[in-house]
C-alpha cells in the first residue's frame, strides 16, 4: 500500500513568485492534515481537511495561503505571492477516520521543503 | 490555548545511558497521545500511541511511554539508548485535530 506522498520534495522559488504543494494522502483515509516546520521550531499545525472540507484551518498564518481538497482525495496548498518567511518544511499527514472522530494515528509523507529567496 | 510542551530542546547522552524526554500537553477531556521520531533524512514515523488502557505503553526500538492523566504528561522512556537512536522525537496531542510539540533533538554519542 502507498503512503502518503507529497510533491515536490523540495522547491526553490523567488519572493512573490506563486507555489503549489501537492499532497497524495493514503487511499480510503478521510482526514488530511498540512504542517509547517520552520528550522529549529515546532511543526506548527496549518489546517485539517475531513475528506472535501476544511474542518480547522485556524493554523493558516495568512491569506496568501490556499488549500484546497477538490473530490476529497489528493489535496494542494498554494502559497501566492511567497514571502521569505514562507520557509519551511512542509508536511501532509492522513488518518482514517474511525468512530466519527479523527482521533487515530497519522501518517506523514516526507515533506517539501520550501525556499523561498 | 491548548499546547504541547517538550521540555528539553536538546539532548546529548552516550550510549547506554538512560533516557527520559518530557512532554506535557494542556487539553482538556479525552485524548490520544504519540511519540514520533524522524531519523536523519526520513520522515516523521509513530513510535508509539496511547489511546486507553494500560497507561504504560510501549513502543518498537525499546521505547515506552508512561501517560499520567494527573499530570497531563506522557513521557518517553528508554532504559538504556543506542548510536541509531539519534534522531528528532515529537510529541503529540490528538483531541480531533493532531498538534505537536516542538520536537526533542536526541544525539546519542558512540
Known amino acids: 500500500e502507498a503512503g502518503v506522498t507529497q510533491f515536490p520534495s523540495h522547491s526553490v522559488i523567488e519572493k512573490g513568485q506563486t507555489v503549489t504543494l501537492r499532497c497524495d494522502p493514503i487511499?480510503?483515509?478521510?482526514?488530511l492534515y498540512w504542517y509547517r516546520r520552520v528550522m529549529g521550531k515546532e511543526i506548527k499545525f496549518l489546517l485539517h481537511?475531513?475528506?472535501?472540507?476544511?474542518?480547522?484551518e485556524s493554523g493558516m498564518p495568512n491569506n496568501r495561503f490556499l488549500a484546497e481538497r477538490t473530490g476529497g482525495t489528493y489535496s494542494t496548498l498554494k502559497v501566492q505571492p511567497a514571502e521569505l518567511e514562507d520557509s519551511g518544511v512542509y508536511f501532509c499527514?492522513?488518518?482514517?477516520?474511525?468512530?466519527?472522530?479523527?482521533?487515530?494515528?497519522?501518517?506523514f509523507g516526507q515533506g517539501t521543503r520550501l525556499t523561498v529567496v | 490555548a491548548q499546547s504541547v510542551s517538550q521540555h528539553n530542546h536538546h539532548v546529548i547522552l552516550s550510549e547506554a545511558a538512560s533516557l527520559e524526554l518530557g512532554c506535557n500537553y494542556s487539553?482538556?477531556?479525552?485524548?490520544?497521545l504519540f511519540w514520533y521520531v524522524q531519523y536523519p533524512g526520513q520522515h516523521l514515523q509513530l513510535l508509539l500511541k496511547?489511546?486507553?488502557?494500560?497507561?504504560l505503553v510501549k513502543g518498537i526500538k525499546g521505547f515506552e511511554a508512561e501517560f499520567i492523566k494527573s499530570k497531563f504528561s506522557f513521557n518517553l522512556r528508554k532504559p538504556s539508548v543506542q548510536w541509531s537512536d539519534t534522531a528528532e522525537y515529537f510529541c503529540?496531542?490528538?483531541?480531533?485535530?493532531?498538534?505537536f510539540g516542538a520536537g526533542t533533538r536526541l544525539t546519542v554519542k558512540p
Open positions: 499527514a492522513s488518518s482514517p477516520r474511525q468512530g466519527g472522530t479523527a482521533n487515530t494515528e497519522a501518517f
Open positions: 487511499s480510503g483515509h478521510d482526514n
Open positions: 481537511f475531513v475528506k472535501e472540507s476544511k474542518q480547522d
Open positions: 487539553y482538556g477531556g479525552t485524548v490520544n
Open positions: 496511547y489511546f486507553s488502557g494500560d497507561p
Open positions: 503529540a496531542v490528538n483531541n480531533n485535530d493532531m498538534r
